[in-house]
């Protein structure tokens, strides 16, 4: 853009086009008011603005259906008028022109749906004193985030492994769809934080399986008046029994993970050493154990593709916070750094230990979120006290006894794997006198070095939970 105006297009009589870039940005936001300056400028430059414009559709009377929910179970019920519409701006990346929308034809329509990012709604609150406006039901594609290398400045794309939905949306006769997992920001009256997960987890689930249904704020009030013996609005927050029992009342079969000092304890006693008086050596419970804790079964459900509740406080007895966490981030530690144990013969190490961050949905800050362990809100004081597992109702194994089950088959199987690794190494010995291409002769001796299994090179062994159809289906899609 050459001046500093927004390049603005009506699209229709409530509809209207945004292009912009780094010189009009501005002017976006002075025209826009009720848009977190903030926020909304974080999620662009995840999606490489503004070395990539941005194009934004809002429609200004948008009918969101949580929203309108809360809006005749509370506001309708107060002698002001209170606004019944949000606002949604569909987000696009590059520029877009007005022509664009209107054209029928198919490559003016698959342009588009491969620069969609995705949707966010913006509802009337009270407790964002700047905007007078939160974020509601808010659907971004993480796949096309990008984020760079702080050494290097090199782009990472993805730069996440999560959990999501495909979702579709409707603007002027066409149809989008994009991958994510729910966000929205807590209300301040009908939903707090925990109301605000359990919203958000039952939109994904809706949306990934046929065994659950949409959840709105009123189905959780619904399902608390049979339980709190008080009044359910204004909301005052909800303990984590009461989290579980209403995850149980739409149909999944909770487990509760709970103790900060229990995961104190657990974790210092897993890493803990001794030293032999006799012969003087340092003896790590982890050279023939592999012991688990609070820390390594949450890594094994996030592994699973299973959404957690995750509470956090400053201190047992304090406020609590509820958060949603979705996935975890880029590897964090090199295998020579992590704790073995021995399977059988072997040494092994957990991939529970490579990784230390996770993408968390916090209705205090934007989506896809990358924290520390134990850090999962914008207060870094905050921690894990507890976390509620949703699985779903024939899930019986929880991921402990999941653990020991494996690593007692491979204790079991011991000899057929010894086995089984020489007979592959014999087959790429065999091969070596075959190939003649030296790149390819340099892979086969890289490969049979890898399956060497030494102390300096163990097994990896990587916990994780899977029901028995979508197990079948991914190896199906594998042959």
């Known amino acids: 853009m050459s001046n500093n105006k927004a390049d603005v297009n009506n699209l229709g009589r409530n509809i209207v086009l945004y292009n912009l870039d780094e010189n009009n940005i501005n002017d976006f936001y002075q025209q826009n008011s009720w848009i977190d300056r903030k926020s909304f400028t974080r999620i662009c430059h995840l999606y490489e603005f503004p070395e990539k414009t941005i194009t934004v559709v809002i429609q200004n009377y948008y009918i969101d259906a949580a929203y309108r929910d809360v809006y005749y179970h509370y506001w309708a019920k107060f002698h002001f008028n209170w606004p019944r519409h949000c606002k949604r701006l569909a987000i696009f990346q590059n520029s877009h022109s007005s022509d664009e929308f209107w054209d029928n034809k198919k490559e003016s329509e698959r342009e588009l749906q491969k620069d969609f990012l995705g949707t966010v709604v913006i509802r009337p609150s009270y407790t964002h004193n700047e905007t007078g406006h939160t974020y509601g039901r808010t659907l971004l594609n993480p796949y096309k985030m990008v984020t760079k290398e702080p050494n290097t400045n090199e782009k990472i794309h993805p730069f996440r492994y999560m959990i999501t939905a495909q979702y579709r949306m409707h603007l002027l006769g066409k149809t989008f769809t994009t991958h994510a997992f729910v966000f929205c920001s807590q209300d301040g009256v009908a939903m707090k934080c925990a109301e605000t997960a359990i919203y958000c987890l039952g939109d994904f689930e809706s949306a990934s399986s046929p065994l659950y249904a949409r959840v709105l704020p009123s189905d959780i009030q619904e399902k608390l008046s049979h339980r709190i013996s008080e009044r359910i609005l204004p909301s005052h927050g909800l303990y984590c029994n009461d989290i579980s029992y209403i995850l149980k009342e739409f149909g999944y079969s909770p487990m509760i993970y709970a103790g900060a000092e229990d995961y104190q304890r657990t974790l210092e006693d897993s890493f803990e050493s001794s030293i032999d008086a006799e012969k003087n050596e340092v003896i790590s419970h982890w050279d023939n154990i592999h012991e688990t804790n609070f820390k390594n079964w949450f890594h094994y459900y996030v592994e699973s593709a299973i959404p957690i509740l995750a509470v956090t406080a400053v201190r047992p007895d304090a406020k609590k916070h509820a958060t949603l966490v979705i996935g975890h981030g880029l590897k964090q530690k090199k295998i020579?750094?992590?704790?073995?144990?021995?399977?059988?013969?072997?040494?092994?190490?957990?991939?529970?230990?490579?990784?230390?961050?996770?993408?968390i949905n916090d209705d205090n800050q934007i989506p896809y979120v990358e924290e520390a362990m134990d850090h999962f809100t914008i207060d870094k004081n905050y921690k894990l006290e507890a976390y509620i597992v949703p699985l779903e109702k024939h899930v019986f194994l929880e991921a402990a006894a999941a653990v020991t089950i494996c690593d007692t088959f491979i204790e079991n199987q011991k000899d057929r794997l010894k086995k089984a690794i020489e007979v592959f190494k014999n087959l790429c010995y065999s091969k070596l006198s075959e190939v003649s291409d030296k790149e390819k002769m340099e892979d086969l001796k890289y490969l049979i070095e890898s399956i060497?299994?030494?102390?300096?090179?163990?097994?990896?062994?990587?916990?994780?939970?899977?029901?028995?159809?979508?197990?079948k289906q991914f190896r199906i899609k594998m042959e």
């Open 336 to 359: 020579t750094e992590c704790k073995q144990f021995k399977l059988g013969d072997y040494p092994c190490i957990d991939t529970s230990q490579l990784y230390n961050t996770y993408i």
């Open 452 to 471: 060497s299994v030494s102390s300096e090179n163990p097994l990896t062994v990587r916990y994780y939970l899977a029901n028995s159809a979508e197990y």
